[in-house]
């Protein structure tokens, strides 16, 4: 595979944009390398400015969830443009999108569109902190929440890349009311709790961590939140945009069955156009301007175009019985062939999965947590990311990332990643 033209337009995106990416993951720092410019894409398969096909397991990190270009969601933009892009007033296509949300979702009543996860979650704490009258909240180090200050505190996904663990520009003042936990450590959130009574707005947590690796939650450990919170008076807030609409039509708290105070999306609620979210009950969402006293707004909230492209994805997932089934097994399937492939070549991994996130870790420890995903051979998961980037395959660049399985995947493109991942590790 040749990156000529890649390289060439990395050369020219530098001058101009910082990094010459708009999102540092995308800059293939923690592999190496020059980030692969892509043209267009279909169903499974990316198409780069050299001319490579690639099967794409990153699917703009979660939106496509069933396939790029998924001709419904394309169909639905381009006639929604005709009608206008932008009014700053409502449509009742939100009304719309916002009853087919709640009647997925469990345990909410209404739900607020925003641009991007980064600003549904934000939004949730400003919302916790109104609401409980706290100020402080708990996160887990390496759960990735977006960009906002509050959450820049060991933050995963790309900040572990970096490793900067608290950015710069986030002030101390800041800092100090988020409280950092160990995912799946539930003495330690029980010890945050014993010292700071009656001071925490909110816990938030990834239900299935998706941005250190893959991290599943440990049994009863979400439902052991639920009951710290209930106890202490603390919202408990599951961050789903990634989870949200991909693991089962509800979500985390449908497949784990815990519900949630507060819940947030992104990705694929807006079909791949700038749709973040969140949702809760009445007496947490009433809380919100106009209605309350906690002022949240945007411009392009609920934009007509991000609207259809979000609802057509909603429906076909809502209408198809067999969708969160078949990604299921594609992705126990490609789950199975990777183990045996790595085992038969004496590679040391663990492999974790919920439904259609899977991750490969290179260390054959348990990876539970951010220490435990620290682990990793870095510098092996360099060379099976360009060894399968030759071979075709497109997984995420860094090892603290999770991958996301299409349903546009068919079981030839399985066959042919995981017959990949034989050749690539065994010249390893
Ligand atoms: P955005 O602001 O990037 O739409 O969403 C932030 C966010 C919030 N919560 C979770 C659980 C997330 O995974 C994300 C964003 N995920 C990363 C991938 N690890 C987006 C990729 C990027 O940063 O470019």
Redo the contacts with the bound molecule.
Sequence with gaps: MLYQRSSQLFAEAEKVIPGGVN????AFKAVGGTPIFVKSAKGAYLFDEDGNKLIDYINS??PMILGHAFDPVVNAVIERAKLGTSFGMPTALETEIAELAVSMVPNIDKIRFVN????A?MSAIRLARGYTKRDKIIKFAG?????SDSFLIQA???AITFGAPNSPGVTQGTAKDTLLAKYNDLENVAELFAANPNEIAAIII?PVA??MGCIPPQKGFLQALRELCDKNGTLLIF?E??TGFRLAKGGAQELFGVKADIV?F??VIGGGLPV?AFAARNEIMNYLAPLGPVYQAGTLSGNPLAMAAGLEMLKALHTDAGVFQRLEEKTAYLEKGIREKLTANNIKFTINRVGSMISVHFDESPVTDLQSASKGDNEYFKKFFHGLLQEGIYIAPSAY?TWFITDALTYEDLDFTIKAVDKVTKQF
């Design positions: 999102s540092p993951v995308r990190w979660g991007s996860g980064t600003e979650c759960c990735y929440h977006g960009h995963g996904s790309g990834e998706g941005n961050d945009v990634m947030t992104g990705k973040g990332e």
